[in-house]
């Protein structure tokens, strides 16, 4: 049975746009199981509701809550207020004004949380608090990788029966990304004494899991990779408009020259407010994007091959702090040093290892300041061959893909890669862009049969 013109035009046509299309799904094949969880364990009863420990949990293996910050935020099942706050405050107080002897901490019904700064006095604090926000991922930082408060809340009910879980979580880290599930009751969390002998229980729990969506986070990528080698003089940039075109009617004034005189202005009144966040003001390259990692094929030993791999920031309003890359490549099973970035193999499938997660080293490199002289950092990898699977060829000495800070950054095309110079010059166009035209021209002509 034949296909007609018409058919073949549609799936062509499907073919074509999803050659192009960005996936915007939350899961994560490098971390399947990654979330933040907020865990919420009443603790104790009071007169008129309870006092709950409210801890957040970030079980991913290298996303991470920069500065400004976590805000979390939710919606009160009935009339609840919140009496007192340890460990963090809500950023507004509301309509209390019913209220005459003791005044509530917060009267909204849609109260947004946030942690309170370094250096809060030690009355004002619990454990794993006040860190301004700040939460390292699972893999870097295990210690720092959990943010906590304890709350006070008044008109909720006082027992199992009356209190009602609150609703719409949401979970801003600093900006948006997050999507956070229901809350649901499960078995009370227990809690051992500091020597070991008794463990106690709360009194009720309930957990709150969030997923991370890069396409939520960004409406546009936020860092691209260029290459180069040894063997090869062309350098392969980042593809334009990697991460949006100098020329974006929708966006101006989102990018400016190193030789602005705007420039000392814009970097100035971003550092007067350090509590915010504020979108990238980025410097106006090809891709526009705030972060490139540039990997450079190195040099070519008997038993070794070595890389250097350089992470450029090109955002003048962001310095990041504890960074990181996760880098997936076949060698990584033996990766054998890191010269000036720490290393942790990720193996999600334990039967796959060619996966690495790459971070600053403490007080040396680990703080990537905003755009400019000291704007990036740098390091070697230096590689075993495994003469099985070792080769120059097709581009195999190059990235399957990179993530900066947890999101995908955008590669170039596969068939651009730097060629051995025994090979035949390179096409001028992508072989996807070729495949593309070819298919659309086919299908053209079956149109006007």
Not at 276 to 291: A, D, E, F, K
Request: net charge positive; proline share 7%; aromatic share 12%.
């Amino acid at each position: 049975m034949g296909f007609g013109s018409n058919t073949i035009f549609t799936i062509t046509l499907l073919w074509v746009i999803s050659s192009f299309t960005i996936t915007t799904e939350a899961y994560d094949p490098l971390d399947p199981y990654g979330n933040i969880t907020i865990k919420w364990d009443i603790t104790s009863w009071t007169g008129d509701g309870y006092i709950a420990t409210v801890t957040i949990f970030n079980f991913q293996k290298y996303r991470h809550i920069q500065a400004p910050g976590w805000q979390l935020g939710w919606t009160w099942a009935k009339k609840e207020i919140i009496w007192n706050i340890v460990g963090s405050q809500t950023t507004e107080q509301g309509d209390c004004s019913k209220f005459k002897a003791t005044i509530p901490h917060c009267c909204k019904r849609k109260p947004t949380v946030v942690d309170l700064m370094p250096g809060t006095p030690y009355n004002q604090q619990v454990t794993n608090c006040c860190r301004g926000g700040v939460i390292s991922s699972w893999v870097q930082e295990p210690a720092t990788s959990i943010s906590a408060f304890q709350i006070f809340v008044g008109q909720s009910g006082t027992t199992n029966k009356t209190v009602k879980v609150p609703r719409n979580f949401t979970l801003n880290a600093p900006g948006p990304g997050y999507t956070c599930g229901p809350g649901k009751i499960v078995k009370p969390s227990q809690f051992i004494s500091k020597d070991g002998r008794r463990k106690t229980q709360a009194a009720m729990t309930w957990n709150v899991t969030c997923i991370y969506s890069q396409f939520l986070s960004q409406k546009t990528p936020t860092c691209c990779v260029s290459l180069s080698s040894f063997y090869n003089d062309t350098v392969i940039p980042c593809p334009t408009c990697s991460c949006g075109c100098q020329n974006n009617v929708s966006q101006p004034g989102s990018c400016v020259e190193p030789e602005s005189p705007y420039l000392a202005s814009v970097v100035s009144g971003s550092n007067l407010n350090k509590n915010s966040y504020l979108p990238p003001l980025v410097r106006c390259t090809n891709h526009m994007c705030p972060i490139r990692i540039h990997w450079h094929v190195k040099t070519n030993y008997k038993g070794y091959w070595r890389v250097k791999v350089t992470v450029t920031n090109f955002n003048y309003r962001m310095n990041y702090t504890d960074w990181n890359l996760v880098v997936q490549h076949p060698n990584f099973d033996n990766l054998t040093e890191s010269f000036s970035f720490n290393s942790e193999p990720l193996t999600p499938y334990s039967s796959i290892n060619d996966t690495a997660m790459l971070w600053g080293i403490k007080f040396y490199n680990d703080l990537l300041m905003q755009a400019g002289p000291y704007g990036n950092v740098q390091s070697e990898l230096l590689f075993r061959k495994d003469m099985s699977t070792f080769t120059f060829e097709k581009g195999w000495a190059f990235p399957r893909r990179i993530y900066f800070n947890g999101d995908n950054c955008v590669m170039p095309p596969p068939d651009l890669y730097p060629w051995l110079p025994n090979k035949s010059s390179r096409p001028n166009m992508s072989l996807l862009t070729i495949t593309s035209t070819l298919l659309l021209a086919l299908t053209l002509l079956y149109v006007h049969a």
